[in-house]
Each structure stands twice: as structure tokens, then as C-alpha cells.
């Protein structure tokens, strides 16, 4: 917990909101975000490259809600994409094309046209073929693409192996041995133009070895191409910083950042971030209210309104979330099974009909029927990962900014889950 969420009263507030008030508000599950809490990450970015050439490329996946790409676009971010609908979004919210770089191994010839035709920064390019694919596309075009090409500096990043992306068998980046030959490939060719270079190793990275490491690699590469007369204007060298959930300590934003640009051993070029999880994750809260208690004759359960489909990551990676009592009152009467004095250990479930569908095991919580909890760290990789299963519509977003509420998403409904389907004669 920080400034931003905190008990007031015995009541968890989001800012100066109470969380139960947002709950009666606009009902449960629901991802509440506070603005403060945005801009104080990004500040911490923004503070740390002063002095810096310097583009703070927030990576839209791990949160594209609008208001959220909207508030970091009037902080002067830019914007790490992986797909055109990001694309889409980010102009919707009012972010600058001229400051988008497109990540990705897949990128279509559609998405490479709408990137092209909105001017945008640079092309992270994965792949021998995506270089040839984007000479011709931009050639059709009469444009001249910018590009880079996406590095896999074969480093360790010491995270869960579904979000490491810089080993040699991750599909991420041209392999290192072969990067500076592709770059003489992409300087021959008439319609790219060379700007930088780039890698990215991982998400929820807990040390700043391994991005030394990455840099360090990047470096050779980088007086490589110098000595052949390819100068790069700019580095870029991804996102990973991780968040605390439970009890990681990852480096403070300052100290990684001060980390690279030691590392950079004072190079010039414009550095470009791509973080993601490190500026939205401690920034939004899922809320929930519990439906069920159900004692069990090994384990008691709670079930709540939240479920796998509005938060993956407990299932698909076996993630931690801390998940805490909307009200910290002792409880007013006993439930069966449980003791209102006395916290019990639960296991927080959805309703969804997977045993995967869990949001938290043994948890010790004063609860009942209809207690609210608030499920931590839930802003990045959340609502962004959500999906309809079981025919779930989607939960909504709620941004806090002080003593104000904003709706920032509604509440999917069922009509408009269904609204593209056709029965057949
Ligand atoms: N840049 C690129 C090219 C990426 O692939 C990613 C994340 C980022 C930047 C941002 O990384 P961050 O700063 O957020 O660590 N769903 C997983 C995380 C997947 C990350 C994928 N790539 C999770 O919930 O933990």
C-alpha cells in the first residue's frame, strides 16, 4: 500500500474516495485507478531522465483503458504498441503518432499500413522477413519507414519463463549473432531508414543485473554498426521493471534508471523506455464483493463476483495479489463455518467452472456474505488480459481523481457480448 491507497477510518480509500462508495456506485467487479497514483510513476520516470534525450514510450498492454493512455499523453508520454487496435487507441485518446514505436513479432501488412499512414516513430522490426515485408509495404506507399531492430542479447532475466523474452529460444528479436548483418540488410534497402536499436528481456524484472547485462551486449552491437558507418539515433531499451506484490523488493524507478544511464557510459543518443507494469500496476485495485462463504472439509472458500476471466494472472501464472477487507471493522455477526471474531483462512474463488478459477489461496480475512475486498496490484496486466468466458461481461473502470469519481468504463452488458452473432438457417 502507498499515499494513494490507504484505510481512513477502517475504510480502504483510493485516493479520498471510500471503496465501498465506488461499490454502490457502480456495482462489482470493477477496476478502480487512481490518477494520482499514474502521474506519480510517471514522474518518477520523467524526474529521473532529466537532462536526457529522452521518450518515455508507455507500453499500452499493460493497461489501454483511454483515460489511462489519456493521462499519460498529457504528461508527454509516448507509446509502445504491439498492434494496430493499440494504434487505434492511442490516437483515440489523444496520444501523439509522431511518439509511437510498434512492437511485435507478427505485425500484418494492414497493421504496417496503418502505422505507416499515421507517421509513427519508429518500427521495432523482429525478423528478416518483417524487414523485407516492410520495404515493400512502405515502398507501395511512397514512404520511408523508420525502423530498428528488436535485439534478443541472450541474457537471463530472471523472471517467470511465460514473460522472460530475451533468451536465444524465446520467439522474441533477431538473434544477436546475426543483428549486425540485418542491419547492413535493412541499410541497403530503399524505402527503411535506420534509427535505432532495441531489446526488451522481460517483464517483472527484480534486479537491474540483467538489464545491465542486456545494455552492455546492446553496446558492441551499437560500435559495430558505428565502425560501418551506421550511426543509431537512438536507443531503446524496453520496459520489465517489476512492481512489489507480496514481498519482492524491486529497484526504486531512480535507481534503475540511474542504473542504465551508468551502464550507457555517456552515450548520446535519445533513450526510449517502454515501461509498462511499473506505471499502472500499483496503480489500480480490483474490487470485488463476496457472494458465498462455503466451508469446505479441507478448505473454506469465498466466492466472489470476481473471477479468472476478469484477472488471469493468479491461474495463468500463479501470481501473487495481496486481497484485503474493504471495511477493517470486525465483523457484526458470525457466518456459518467461520467466526466473526476470529479471522479464518480462505480460498478467494470465482465463480467460473475451472479449479484454475482462483484469486488468491489461504488468505486469513475477517469476511462475510457481501463483504468487499479489494484485490492489490491489479492495474497492469488486469482489465488488459480480461476476457468474456462463461459469458462474463467484462467488469468496469472507474479512475479516482482526488474526491472524484470517474467512470471510465462501463460495465460490459450481455446484448453487447452477443450483438456479432448470427444463428443460421
Ligand atoms: N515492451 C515490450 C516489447 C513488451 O513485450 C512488454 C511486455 C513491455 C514493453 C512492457 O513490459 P513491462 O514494463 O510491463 O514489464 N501478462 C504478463 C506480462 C507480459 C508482458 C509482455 N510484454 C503479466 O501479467 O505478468
Redesign the pocket.
Given at each position: 500500500m502507498d499515499d494513494h491507497f490507504n484505510y481512513q477510518n477502517k475504510q480502504l480509500h483510493v485516493e479520498q474516495v471510500a471503496l465501498a462508495d465506488i461499490a454502490a456506485l457502480h456495482g462489482t467487479p470493477c477496476y478502480v485507478y487512481s490518477r494520482a497514483a499514474l502521474t506519480t510513476g510517471f514522474r518518477q520516470f520523467s524526474d529521473a531522465l532529466q537532462g536526457r534525450d529522452h521518450l518515455i514510450c508507455y507500453?499500452v498492454?499493460?493497461n489501454s483503458n483511454l483515460a489511462i493512455l489519456n493521462v499519460f499523453a498529457r504528461l508527454g508520454a509516448g507509446f509502445?504498441i504491439?498492434s494496430g487496435g493499440e494504434l487505434q487507441r492511442v490516437l483515440a485518446a489523444g496520444g501523439d503518432a509522431r511518439k509511437v514505436v510498434f512492437?511485435?513479432v507478427g505485425k500484418t501488412v494492414a497493421e504496417l499500413r496503418m502505422a505507416l499512414e499515421a507517421n509513427i516513430l519508429c518500427f521495432?522490426v523482429e525478423s528478416a522477413a518483417e524487414l523485407d515485408r516492410l520495404n515493400e509495404v512502405a515502398g507501395s506507399m511512397g514512404k520511408v519507414a523508420a525502423i530498428s531492430l528488436?535485439v534478443n542479447p541472450d541474457v537471463d532475466a530472471k523472471t517467470?519463463p511465460?514473460?522472460s523474452?530475451g533468451l536465444k529460444q524465446n520467439k522474441?528479436g533477431v538473434a544477436y549473432t546475426e543483428a549486425v548483418a540485418l542491419y547492413r540488410k535493412a541499410h541497403a534497402m530503399p524505402n527503411l531508414r535506420i534509427t535505432g536499436m532495441?531489446c526488451?528481456i522481460?517483464?517483472?524484472?527484480t534486479e537491474t543485473s540483467p538489464f545491465i547485462a542486456a545494455v552492455e551486449k546492446v553496446l558492441v552491437l551499437v560500435d559495430a554498426l558505428a565502425d560501418e558507418g551506421i550511426a543509431l539515433e537512438h536507443l531503446d531499451l524496453?520496459?520489465?521493471?517489476?512492481i512489489c506484490y507480496q514481498d519482492e523488493a524491486p529497484p526504486a524507478i531512480a535507481d534503475y534508471i540511474a542504473a542504465l544511464l551508468g551502464a550507457l557510459q555517456g552515450r548520446t543518443q535519445k533513450l526510449i523506455l517502454?515501461?509498462?507494469?511499473?506505471?499502472v500496476?500499483n496503480a489500480g485495485v480490483l474490487l470485488t464483493r463476496v457472494e458465498y462463504i462455503k466451508p469446505g472439509e479441507e478448505k473454506n472458500f469465498a466466492i466472489v463476483d470476481a473471477a479468472m476471466n476478469d484477472l488471469m494472472?493468479p491461474a495463468?501464472?500463479d501470481?501473487y495479489h495481496d486481497i484485503l477487507p474493504v471495511d477493517n471493522n470486525p465483523l457484526p455477526q458470525a457466518c456459518e463455518g467461520t467466526s466473526a471474531k476470529t479471522p479464518s483462512i480462505f480460498e478467494i474463488v470465482g465463480p467460473i467452472c475451472e479449479t484454475g478459477d482462483f484469486i488468491g489461496h489461504a488468505r486469513e480475512l475477517a469476511i462475510a456474505p457481501f463483504s468487499l475486498l479489494a484485490v492489490m496490484s491489479a492495474g497492469?496486466?488486469g482489465m488488459s488480459?480480461s476476457s468474456n468466458y462463461n459469458t462474463r461481461p467484462r467488469a468496469a473502470e472507474v479512475m479516482v481523481d482526488g474526491k472524484t469519481v470517474h467512470l471510465v468504463r462501463e460495465r460490459e452488458t450481455v446484448q453487447q457480448l452477443i450483438a456479432g452473432e448470427k444463428i443460421i438457417a
Open positions: 507500453a498492454k499493460a509502445d504491439v512492437s511485435g521495432n528488436r517467470h511465460y514473460i523474452t522474441f532495441d526488451h522481460g517483464s517483472q524484472l524496453g520496459g520489465g521493471l517489476g517502454e515501461p509498462g507494469r511499473v506505471l500496476g494472472r495463468l501464472y501470481a497492469a496486466y488480459m
